[in-house]
Nanobody, 122 residues
């Protein structure tokens, strides 16, 4: 069974940083696509970042490019989202996402974590 467990959310002030973690189990992490999506209050779920298992470049939403970094620790089967220079508009529930075949902005993978809340105050 695929399991994705997020952690690392919290409340910070504008300009501060957070690192989200997503611990995975139940599948071959090294061969799967991983991503992060978020959902702000009253809005739909939106793409944040994605990482393939190959050496290809990660992809980012324009709104987070240059501030967020997605990375993977293959020894720990964990994907991270380093969030720097956070802004109030980054406030959302952040979800880890995984799929064997693809994670792209307009088509999330099939598997989701439970989400972790990030709140950024001005």
């Amino acid at each position: 069974e695929v399991q994705l467990v997020e952690s690392g959310g919290g409340m910070v002030q504008s300009g501060e940083s957070l690192r989200l973690s997503c611990e995975t189990s139940g599948f071959t992490f090294s061969g799967w696509y991983m991503g992060w999506f978020r959902q702000a209050p009253g809005k739909g779920r939106e793409f944040v970042a994605a990482s393939s298992w190959s050496q290809g470049r990660p992809s980012y939403a324009d709104s987070v490019k240059g501030r967020f970094i997605i990375s993977r620790d293959y020894a720990k089967n964990t994907v991270y989202l380093q969030m720097n220079n956070l802004k109030p508009e980054d406030t959302a529930v952040y979800y880890c996402n995984a799929d064997r075949w693809a994670v792209v902005p307009d088509r999330p993978g099939d598997h989701w974590g439970q989400g972790t809340q990030v709140t950024v105050s001005a």
